[in-house]
T-cell receptor
Framework: QQQVKQSPQSLIVQKGGISIINCAYE??????FPWYQQFPGKGPALLIAIRPDVSEKKEGRFTISFNKSAKQFSLHIMDSQPGDSATYFC????????????FGTGTKLQVIP | DAGVTQSPTHLIKTRGQQVTLRCSPI?????VSWYQQVLGQGPQFIFQ???????GRGNFPDRFSARQFPNYSSELNVNALLLGDSALYLC?????????????FGDGTRLSIL
């Protein structure tokens, strides 16, 4: 059962534009929401993460917005660059005592010059 | 410091065979988790090991097993391979087993079943 829904499946953005990826979850036990970036042939790399008691977190050009009541969160990439072209995964975990990361289905981002 | 290392990088097997994949965590990391990533999908959680004990298990059949050694390295074993086991197998390590600890992923082992 897919517990984290992610959209869009693919995204093309012009250099300098804003990339927006959206995710929704069902399990209210989730209490930690990381985003991962994956380049071809590489493993996922942690980008930024947020807890549900925070509505927004910004690190450099990357911002997570979180809406706890709607059970939705999103990643915004400002001033998108060709080097940002990768697959992005939202994810969720609960504090059940172990690290079971539930990943979304991924968004393939292409930033064109 | 070296990152998470996995071996081999690629592997080709036939149906019914058995395979062992290996993972060395980042120095100082005691938790190792395994994930299966089918092409075009997000990784699916298989196991977490901490201090040589299984701490969590995903929805995978008993053909999948793992263990963690005293040096915190880990092996994933898959028996009676099926075509559907073709995937990228990822290992991730973290300092503790807590859910809010960052997990660092290796680049995976690409397993192809013929």
């Amino acid at each position: 059962q897919q517990q984290v829904k992610q959209s869009p499946q693919s995204l093309i953005v012009q250099k300098g534009g804003i990339s927006i990826i959206n995710c929704a979850y069902e399990n209210t036990a989730f209490d930690y929401f990381p985003w991962y970036q994956q380049f071809p042939g590489k493993g996922p790399a942690l980008l930024i993460a947020i807890r549900p008691d925070v509505s927004e977190k910004k690190e450099g050009r990357f911002t997570i917005s979180f809406n706890k009541s709607a059970k939705q969160f999103s990643l915004h990439i400002m001033d998108s660059q060709p080097g940002d072209s990768a697959t992005y995964f939202c994810a969720a975990l609960n504090s059940g005592g172990y690290q079971k990361v539930t990943f979304g289905t991924g968004t393939k981002l292409q930033v064109i010059p | 410091d070296a990152g998470v290392t996995q071996s081999p990088t690629h592997l080709i097997k036939t149906r019914g065979q058995q395979v062992t994949l290996r993972c060395s965590p980042i120095s100082g990391h005691k938790s190792v988790s395994w994930y299966q990533q089918v092409l075009g999908q997000g990784p699916q959680f298989i196991f977490q090991y901490y201090e040589k004990e299984e701490r969590g298990r995903g929805n995978f059949p008993d053909r999948f097993s793992a263990r963690q050694f005293p040096n915190y390295s880990s092996e994933l074993n898959v028996n009676a391979l099926l075509l559907g086991d073709s995937a990228l197998y990822l290992c991730a390590s973290s300092r503790t087993r807590m859910s809010n600890q960052p997990q660092h992923f290796g680049d995976g082992t690409r397993l192809s079943i013929l």
